[in-house]
């Protein structure tokens, strides 16, 4: 069996003894020092599994231990405990690498889930952790992909908040996955969620939860994202979309590790890692006062940042074989592969919309083109404007599959929902006419053979 080993740093005695206590009856042996002085002596001696310091120490502080163990046994996890309500102290010890934080005075539930999740962190065989050369979720040979795959190894090691900037459909939730992944949360659930798509009057609900009864429509109990991402990572995709009021209890949420539902008198405590991101200059609408200083700075400890696809062109080639070898499976088609001219032709263009972006051109191209090999024509990037057509090819601007026109309806409308529908009736009538012939009514449709084989499988037709 296995003997973890702490180390305790802290001049006061009783708090020594307190922990020490609490570690010993979870297990792990602990040894104690007074100052910094002495911590680092017994550093020198032992291998320690975790280390809990206290800021102010007789001759320096936590900080600066944290610094030395960075330097001399990085893969020694340290949480730091600070005074009651000193965030500013607390963000300052994550920024300078500890592991977590503390506050006085000590709540022990809180600390055994702290020293648990070290653990987890210390003991890690290396075959757990993703080599050097090891892709994962973040695909790509470019030396910015290489040194994003490495920051993210580094932030996963660490529960400080991470804020990741970056142009839409750069990938930054795959980085926030990655960073779960790779940490001791890695058992625990990750949520994602994207702030701009909950109403603002339903917020609060979904994200601390609410009783049944506690308003009109509430027929029973629900968690919300906090409670449901507890022991696990909450992704705060388009963070700056927050209302300010909603900003408000966010703040509140993350500082006391707890959320009151919506209609509860009570808090709840959760632990969880939080992770946001936004395409948008989050300083910029602080200087405008659309977003909270103090929970910027409380949310982005450590900025991580995404570059935009047109910064790594030599990924392009291995990120589209992926994508195209995605959508063949998905579809169960036979796979298609780009000519070079095509990845030139990829290479070279802009991508304002990035990897999503590169997505939709493959899936159009791959529905359209009439053999296994895609072309620079058959990617239809032009000089910007597409031609009216779905991603299917098979309904045009104002035409049915019959030649008519199809009848525009009034009020507002589910619109993909409506296209949809007339898609379905196009391909149902070709595929009537000529006797379920597919190869036959992809012809009367103008489509080729695979375009029809791919929408029959969205459309759930087959």
């Not at 910094?36 to 007789?58: I, Q, V, Y």
């Not at 939709?360 to 024509?377: H, K, V």
Request: proline share 6%.
């Amino acid at each position: 069996m296995t003997t973890h080993t702490a180390l305790i740093v802290d001049d006061e005695p009783d708090i020594r003894d307190l922990l020490e206590i609490t570690l010993t009856r979870m297990g792990i042996k602990a040894l104690t020092a007074a100052d910094l002085g002495s911590a680092r002596k017994l550093l020198g001696e032992h291998t320690f599994h975790l280390c809990l310091t206290d800021m102010n120490l007789p001759d320096g502080n936590g900080i600066e231990l944290v610094q030395w163990i960075q330097q001399h046994s990085p893969t020694t996890p340290v949480a730091v405990i600070t005074a009651y309500g000193n965030m500013e102290t607390a963000i300052e010890s994550l920024k300078a690498g500890a592991f977590d934080f503390v506050s006085k005075p000590v709540e022990l539930p809180r600390l055994r889930d702290l020293v648990s999740s070290a653990l987890k962190l210390s003991l890690a065989k290396p075959e757990q952790e993703t080599p050097e050369d090891e892709p994962g979720l973040l695909l790509g040979n470019s030396l910015q992909i290489k040194k994003l795959r490495k920051q993210t190894r580094k932030l996963a090691r660490s529960q400080a908040p991470v804020f990741i900037s970056g142009e839409s459909g750069s990938g930054k939730e795959l980085v926030a996955r990655m960073i779960h992944l790779q940490g001791p949360r890695r058992d625990g659930p990750f949520i994602a969620v994207n702030c701009g798509a909950i109403p603002s009057e339903l917020m609060e609900s979904e994200f601390f939860g609410h009783k049944k009864g506690s308003f009109t429509g509430a027929v029973e109990s629900k968690d919300g994202l906090f409670r449901s991402a507890n022991g696990g990572t909450l992704f705060l995709d388009e963070v700056a979309d927050l209302p300010l009021a909603m900003q408000v209890k966010l703040l509140r949420a993350i500082q006391e590790k707890a959320v009151r539902p919506v209609g509860d008198t009570k808090e709840v405590p959760v632990d969880i890692r939080l992770l946001s991101a936004t395409h948008k200059n989050l300083p910029e609408l602080v200087q405008e006062g659309s977003f909270r200083q103090d929970l910027f700075y409380r949310i982005n400890v450590i900025e991580l940042a995404v570059p935009p696809l047109r910064e790594r062109p030599d990924d392009i080639a291995l990120l589209a074989n992926h994508i195209l070898g995605r959508i063949a499976r998905e579809y169960e088609c036979d796979p298609a592969t780009l000519t070079p001219d095509a990845i030139d032709r990829l290479q070279g263009y802009d991508f304002p919309g990035n990897v999503r972006e590169l997505e939709n051109i493959l899936e159009r191209a791959f529905t359209l083109c009439d053999s296994d090999q895609i072309g620079p024509q058959d990617l239809h990037l032009g000089n910007g404007a597409q031609s009216p057509t779905t991603a299917s090819g098979i309904i045009t601007q104002g035409q049915g599959a019959d030649g008519n026109s199809i009848p525009v309806p009034e009020g507002e409308i589910d619109l993909e929902g409506y296209l949809e529908s007339i898609e379905r009736q196009a391909i149902e009538k070709a595929l009537e006419a000529t006797r379920w012939n597919k190869t036959a009514a992809a012809k009367r449709l103008g489509i080729s053979f695979r375009a029809l084989r791919y929408r029959l499988k969205k459309l759930g037709m087959e």
